[in-house]
């Protein structure tokens, strides 16, 4: 009731006041409008915005916070190119009023556009936005259900060469050790990460840069895409909470540990929602350290004969007519689901133009931002 009490705040003062305003400014606005600038209201990007500081001589900079609301409305619209949005603000009025510009003169070029979307990627501008209004709206709530997966985002880049290529691996002798000789296995990233590791360290670890990944997709088919790929934890309602971007190849189980340990900062859940991919030990022991109780669909290529098990299981549970609670519970996993179409084809997850970990990851992350302001406002709808 504290979330639904707080938005429902927000929502009346924008009904109330800032659309009112705005149409007397700029006359009647139609929804995409609105959505643009109640997202405008509910993330406030002027109080994160960095001033580009004083200049001597040349040409003043132009205005960092428009700019950072023009690419705000260009996720919201779902434009592909910045091209694209600079011709949607030379012939929308209102949204170059809303975004900050009075003339279509004052519109900046589109290599000033990129030279300020490199800053924002290089300050981790929408990201920084992210997690003040995930702080501000959950950071005392109690969330029931987070649900936790990866996608793919596809890049017009090449994949970046494999580290080290051509060098002779140190090879070990065949067969038994001799008496008294220690052979030290190095540990898996799963095991790093559940030592000490700080969330730094743990993020650090992660590859990021653009290669091949592949997945078995819904029909049991192998498909394989270039670029990287997106985990996200989602809270109850489609709110995403936390999310990195690492290499297309890194495996969802890579990531569960950091996801788990970002969200547990940023709010407090019962319940971790997880698909056979996180079907691992240490990640279901990670999970009850932090107080959660993990359901993690069971991979059945653990071990030989699982399958056949699972399906007797499942026809005998039809049988007597007996659901199981964590069953019920996962199906709350669609959220997740829910949340990356949202982001691909209403969000610009699918209009990645941009090269290198860091700007894709602020691209995807100005969508993400918009979505959470859509679905915080979904809530009281």
């Not at 149409?23 to 009647?28: C, Y």
């Not at 095991?191 to 029909?219: A, F, H, I, W, Y």
């Not at 936390?242 to 890194?250: E, G, I, N, W, Y």
């Not at 407090?268 to 929602?273: A, H, I, K, P």
Request: aromatic residues 6%.
């Amino acid at each position: 009731m504290q979330l639904r009490g707080t938005i429902s705040g927000w929502w009346s003062g924008i009904q109330c006041l800032l659309f009112p305003l705005l149409e007397e400014e700029l006359g009647s606005l139609t929804q995409k409008h609105q959505h643009i600038a109640a997202t405008l209201e509910c993330i406030r990007l002027e109080d994160f915005v960095e001033s580009p500081g004083r200049w001597d001589s040349g040409r003043p900079p132009e205005d960092r916070c428009a700019i950072a609301r023009a690419f705000v409305a260009k996720a919201v619209c779902d434009l592909p190119t910045t091209r694209a949005l600079i011709d949607r603000l030379e012939s929308d009025i209102k949204l170059r009023r809303i975004c900050g510009w009075e003339r279509k003169s004052d519109l900046p070029s589109e290599s000033t556009f990129s030279r300020a979307f490199a800053e924002f990627a290089d300050q981790d501008l929408p990201a920084i936005v992210h997690a003040a209004l995930i702080e501000k709206t959950h950071s005392e709530q109690l969330v029931g259900h987070i649900s936790r997966d990866g996608a793919e985002i596809e890049a017009r880049e090449k994949p970046a060469k494999k580290k080290n290529k051509g060098e002779q691996k140190t090879k070990r002798k065949r067969g038994r050790p001799k008496k008294g000789e220690e052979r030290q296995k190095e540990p898996t990233r799963l095991e790093r990460q559940s030592t000490n590791m700080s969330l730094g360290g743990m993020l650090n670890d992660l590859p990021k840069d653009c290669d091949v990944g592949t997945k078995r997709n819904s029909k049991g088919h192998q498909e394989s895409w270039i670029g990287y790929k997106l985990h996200v934890d989602v809270a109850d309602g489609g709110i995403p909470i936390s999310c990195v971007l690492t290499s297309a190849s890194t495996h969802d189980s890579q990531v569960a540990i950091p996801l788990a340990t970002m969200t547990a900062q940023r709010t407090t859940n019962l319940y971790d929602l997880m698909d056979s991919a996180y079907d691992a030990p240490l990640i279901r022991q990670h999970s009850e350290n932090l107080g959660h109780v993990p359901i993690i669909d069971i991979n059945p290529r653990r071990s030989k004969g699982l399958k056949e098990e699972l399906a007797a299981e499942r026809h005998r549970a039809k049988l007597l007519g007996i659901e199981y609670p964590e069953r019920v519970r996962y199906r709350e996993r669609t959220t997740v689901e829910r949340f990356f179409g949202r982001l691909k084809d209403e969000f610009g997850g699918r209009h990645v133009r941009v090269r290198g970990h860091t700007k894709v990851a602020c691209h995807l992350m100005f969508g993400v931002v918009a979505v959470a302001a859509d679905q915080l406002f979904r809530l009281i709808a």
